[in-house]
């Protein structure tokens, strides 16, 4: 079955610290893995596409890394701010029908 | 600015009611998608367009209705026959269906049963 898991499902770090947040994935065959941001009561907001060939990808201070022979990738954040605070999302596009798989999300609060 | 508007952000359905929610962009994408998002789980798609005058059911169709008349629009009815429809709807549109294209979001319609 393809499946996007994410963990931790949340998260409280104190601003100015980095954390780092995991996805595994199971989605055959793989086309490309994006992670998004969601602020409360808003719509997800595109961080990083990444396809099979590229193993890191950075957007100013998120870091996304993907390795496709585990089927795992983490998205890194650097000195935490306030306005992190948010839900992020792991999202496969593969399968049989090439299609976005979501996963649940990571809720991150970052406290002062 | 371009960008994806959702309208109203908060909608309020009585039982055996429908409910239409809206979805435009300026963005000239051919593509446009609706997805619902509940609490603990993943987005699931409702249906998608991949152009003018189609559509497609995608994994939890049932209880929705969609048309695409207009490249810019793309609403989403909800039924009568949806039976637990209070839930956050996001609509996305991107340039193409396929591959490596971005997807852009609104910034959803929460509508809650009364």
């Known amino acids: 079955k393809n499946q996007v898991e994410q963990s931790p499902q949340s998260l409280i770090i104190l601003e100015g610290k980095n954390c780092t947040l995991q996805c595994n994935y199971t989605v055959s065959p793989f086309s490309n893995l994006r992670w998004y941001k969601q602020d409360t009561g808003r719509g997800p907001v595109s961080l990083t596409i990444m396809t099979f060939s590229e193993n890191t990808k950075s957007n100013g201070r998120y870091t996304a890394t993907l390795d496709a022979d585990t089927k795992q990738s983490s998205l890194h954040i650097t000195a935490s701010q306030l306005s992190d605070s948010a839900s992020y999302i792991c999202v496969v596009r593969g399968g049989g029908y090439n299609k976005l798989i979501f996963g649940a999300g990571t809720r991150l609060a970052v406290h002062p | 600015d371009g960008g994806i508007t959702q309208s109203p952000k908060y909608l309020f359905r009585k039982e055996g009611q429908n409910v239409t929610l809206s979805c435009e962009q300026n963005?000239?994408?051919?593509?446009m998608y609706w997805y619902r998002q509940d609490p603990g789980q993943g987005l699931r798609l409702i249906y998608y367009?991949?152009?003018?005058?189609?559509?497609q059911k995608g994994d939890i169709a049932e209880g929705y209705s969609v048309s695409r008349e207009k490249k810019e629009s793309f609403p989403l009815t909800v039924t009568s026959a949806q039976k637990n429809p209070t839930a956050f709807y996001l609509c996305a549109s991107s340039l193409s269906a396929g591959g490596k294209e971005d997807y852009t979001f609104g910034s959803g319609t929460r509508l809650t049963v009364v």
């Open positions: 367009s991949q152009i003018v005058n189609d559509f």
């Open positions: 963005l000239n994408h051919d593509a």
